[in-house]
């Protein structure tokens, strides 16, 4: 099973970013999915979720009407689009797997840098 992201880098507050996580290795249609950030010296933060089929999404309060979750499943990928982002957005952003309430498998993360 893997999951790798993309898309990170380094933006000014205001800007966008889309990041992007290819799964492969399970049937990644039959999984709600979310995205999962973490800043330095803080425990991981919840973001957003999406339920298998994509017609259902989900987020935190600090990133709704910013953020934007998206997955196409015809290409095993999820999307996460990044607008208006500030400097506490400032995070390593990892996909996760859901599973039973829970995030059972990771990816490696992108790093995501909002500075002027």
């Known amino acids: 099973l893997q999951l790798v992201e993309s898309g990170g880098g380094m933006v000014q507050p205001g800007g966008s970013l889309r990041l992007s996580c290819a799964a492969s290795?399970?049937?990644?249609?039959?999984?709600?999915m979310s995205w999962v950030r973490q800043a330095p010296g803080k425990g991981p933060e919840w973001v957003s979720a999406t339920n298998s089929g994509g017609g259902s999404t989900y987020y935190a309060d600090s990133v709704k009407g910013r953020f934007t979750i998206s997955r196409d499943n015809a290409k095993n990928t999820l999307y996460l689009q990044m607008n208006n982002l500030k400097s506490e957005d400032t995070a390593l952003y990892y996909c996760?797997?859901?599973?039973?309430?829970?995030?059972?498998?990771w990816g490696q993360g992108t790093q995501v840098t909002v500075s002027s």
């Open positions: 996760a797997r859901d599973s039973g309430g829970d995030q059972d498998y």
């Open positions: 290795g399970f049937t990644f249609s039959s999984y709600d």
